[in-house]
């Protein structure tokens, strides 16, 4: 039973309710109003859940049964039921204005954030594919000219032709939803590869990475390849904003329904506005990467029913927390 049909047997539920109330206690007198004033709940009903049409079709329906309650019980006068067939009638029409305004300004809204998000994804877009642009255009016209070393400007060109693909690989991933192929594996396994790819360059920086882990076996119905590209994304930008001579913490810890990585590094932090925006799509600071990276991290940690958080005060570092869980996934 999809939404739309609950809705229409509620509407249907709550008018017949009332109308078997009038049927069955006439006795009620001066206290008939009452039940008159109920059946502008199913009514009001109709009107929220549905456009004009639909609340046209609810104001006949519930219209139909207070006649029948009303002229069965004989009670009230006909110019009290006539009045109230009219307020209510009213009473649809306004508040269907209204609604119809809501849901008209709430559409263009949702417009005016997916137009905001195609311009924010095109800038990303510009703004990192601009880099490697000028270099691709600059050493070819450097070979075409015959100057400077032919080797070294077609390698160049090679790396920032990468860089390109890198980029477009990075938009098409963000675009579509992540598909994850789960089954049981032990997560600290996926941590300690993620770790060990993000070595090298933190030793290249002269930073220490150090992993603490649980000795016992840890598992959960995860896609590791997905989960380890999002663990590497987090630990590279801790490893990126550490100074030389610092260090990275990747912990974990877990209970019996989840489990807990911790991603806790001492640069240089960040400020709140930055922290804000941390999961939208940015043009990135880094020398080298896109600023897909957290996003992409973010919808593959939940797309596991998991949650990612993340804290950190300019000056005193940057702490990232996921939360995943140890029963099975969707999926």
């Not at 502008?40 to 309650?69: C, E, M, N, Q, W």
């Not at 204005?97 to 877009?125: C, M, N, P």
């Not at 996003?295 to 000056?315: T, Y």
Request: net charge neutral.
């Amino acid at each position: 039973m999809n939404k739309q049909t609950i809705q229409i047997t509620a509407i249907v539920s709550v008018t017949t309710l009332i109308l078997v109330l009038h049927l069955l206690l006439p006795q009620w007198g001066s206290y008939y109003f009452v039940l008159s004033e109920l059946y502008y709940l199913p009514l009001v009903l109709g009107v929220l859940r549905f456009d004009f049409k639909g609340a046209f079709a609810t104001y006949i329906f519930v219209s139909a049964a207070y006649v029948v309650g009303a002229w069965a019980t004989a009670s009230p006068q006909p110019t009290g039921r006539v009045l109230h067939l009219v307020f209510s009638g009213l009473v649809v029409l306004l508040v269907g204005i209204l609604v119809d305004r809501l849901k008209k300004r709430h559409r263009q809204t949702e417009q005016e954030r997916y137009f905001s998000g195609i311009g924010q994804v095109a800038t990303v877009i510009v703004h990192d594919l601009k880099n490697p642009l000028i270099s691709i255009q600059g050493f070819a016209r450097r070979i075409q000219e015959g100057k400077g070393d032919t080797a070294l400007a077609a390698l160049t060109i090679t790396k920032s032709a990468q860089v390109m693909q890198r980029i477009v690989n990075d938009v098409l991933e963000f675009a579509r939803p992540v598909r994850l192929n789960p089954k049981k594996d032990d997560l600290r396994q996926s941590i300690q590869r993620a770790c060990e790819t993000c070595w090298t360059k933190a030793e290249e920086k002269g930073i220490k990475l150090i992993v603490t882990l649980p000795p016992e076996t840890i598992l959960s119905n995860i896609d590791s390849y997905q989960m380890e590209r999002a663990l590497i994304n987090l630990i590279d930008n801790s490893v990126d904003a550490s100074c030389h001579g610092g260090e990275v913490n990747v912990t974990a810890t877990s209970d019996k329904n989840k489990m807990t990585i911790t991603i806790k590094d001492y640069g240089e932090g960040m400020e709140q506005e930055t922290l804000d925006n941390l999961f939208t799509l940015t043009y990135t600071t880094k020398n080298e990467g896109t600023g897909f990276g957290v996003p992409i991290s973010k919808k593959i940690i939940e797309a596991h029913d998991g949650a990612i958080r993340i804290s950190s005060k300019k000056h005193f570092g940057t702490e990232v927390l996921i939360d995943l869980p140890l029963t099975s996934i969707n999926g």
